[in-house]
T-cell receptor, first 112, second 115 residues
């Protein structure tokens, strides 16, 4: 069974601060995805990283995929209250029996 | 872009009754659909995977007789919670994947409350 360890589980910061969320596994994934979810809604895809060592930027969000494709991080610069939400990493097993394995999530609160 | 429509968005049912949740892919053929359960402030827990025309594959610990999944067409999958109990109250989310285009598209979720 592939497992994803996501940390921290809860994070409360002030507006303007930076933060990093980590996602680690002992397994290799064909790709890793990051989602953001608002209460009462489905998760929304932020980014998919596929290549080991890959770095992707989405405005103030920077995503990295480890060289061995087992870990990833999400860094938010100058967090804003609108960034508040549940951030989820998910590993795609790929192959013929593909499915997403989700980390436990990081509940981020950005206080004004 | 790919859209998955999930209905109802919320439902309240009495203990002992059954409730059906629908998940439709609107603009693509969903060869595989996934059903998740989510408790407040927690992550998504995969319940089962279904391929069109085949029986669903349930994750360990998920009662297949309680959570009936049907994936009879390439655009529709249903989850029926049978003989619901208050502990079945949760947020249920579906996701669809197309073999051709890849990626996972999520529905907007269904809040089930059993009273």
């Amino acid at each position: 069974t592939q497992l994803l360890e996501q940390s921290p589980q809860f994070l409360s910061i002030q507006e303007g601060e930076n933060l990093t969320v980590y996602c680690n596994s002992s397994s290799v994934f064909s790709s890793l995805q990051w989602y953001r979810q608002e209460p009462g809604e489905g998760p929304v895809l932020l980014v998919t990283v596929v290549t080991g060592g890959e770095v992707k930027k989405l405005k103030r969000l920077t995503f990295q995929f480890g060289d061995a494709r087992k870990d990833s991080s999400l860094h938010i610069t100058a967090a804003q209250p609108g960034d508040t939400g549940l951030y989820l990493c998910a590993g795609d097993s790929g192959g013929s029996n593909y499915k997403l394995t989700f980390g436990k999530g990081t509940l981020l609160t950005v206080n004004p | 872009g790919a859209v998955v429509s999930q209905h109802p968005s919320w439902v309240i049912c009495k203990s002992g009754t059954s409730v059906k949740i629908e998940c439709r892919s609107l603009d693509f053929q969903a060869t595989t659909m996934f059903w998740y359960r989510q408790f407040p402030k927690q992550s998504l827990m995969l319940m089962a995977t279904s391929n069109e025309g085949s029986k669903a594959t349930y994750e360990q610990g998920v009662e297949k007789d309680k959570f009936l999944i049907n994936h009879a067409s390439l655009t529709l999958s249903t989850l029926t919670v049978t003989s619901a109990h208050p502990e079945d109250s949760s947020f249920y989310i579906c996701s669809a994947r197309s073999r051709g285009r890849g990626g996972y598209t999520f529905g907007s979720g269904t809040r089930l409350t059993v009273v």
